[in-house]
Nanobody, 121 residues
Framework: QVQLVESGGGLVQVGGSLRLSCARSGSMFSITSMGWYRQAPGKQRELVSRITGGDSAYYADSVKGRFTISTDNAKNTVYLQMNSLKPEDTAVYYC???????????????WGQGTQVTVSS
């Protein structure tokens, strides 16, 4: 059973930084992508950043140049470094990992429980 646990959220002032972590437990046959989504109150969940095989990273236009996604394969962890935070970055941030399950060799996507990021002005 794959589980994802996020940490690192909190309250920060405008211009500050936070680093989110997402630790994965449980094995997967292969991983297609790892990433971060966020959902602000009253809005749809949106993709913030994603890293795929070959370390190709995608960033939403709203976070380019401010956020950086990275992974530590030895720790089964994906990070999101967030700098120059703005009030509009306030949201619940969710980690997700997609790939092939060991159990039945089928594709699946797993989600963490979310971590709140609040940027105050």
């Amino acid at each position: 059973q794959v589980q994802l646990v996020e940490s690192g959220g909190g309250l920060v002032q405008v211009g500050g930084s936070l680093r989110l972590s997402c630790a994965r437990s449980g094995s997967m046959f292969s991983i297609t992508s790892m990433g971060w989504y966020r959902q602000a109150p009253g809005k749809q969940r949106e993709l913030v950043s994603r890293i795929t095989g070959g370390d190709s990273a995608y960033y939403a236009d709203s976070v380019k140049g401010r956020f950086t996604i990275s992974t530590d394969n030895a720790k089964n962890t994906v990070y999101l470094q967030m700098n120059s935070l703005k009030p509009e970055d306030t949201a619940v941030y969710y980690c997700t990992v997609s790939g092939i399950r060991y159990s039945d060799q089928k594709y699946d996507a797993f989600w963490g429980q979310g971590t709140q990021v609040t940027v105050s002005s």
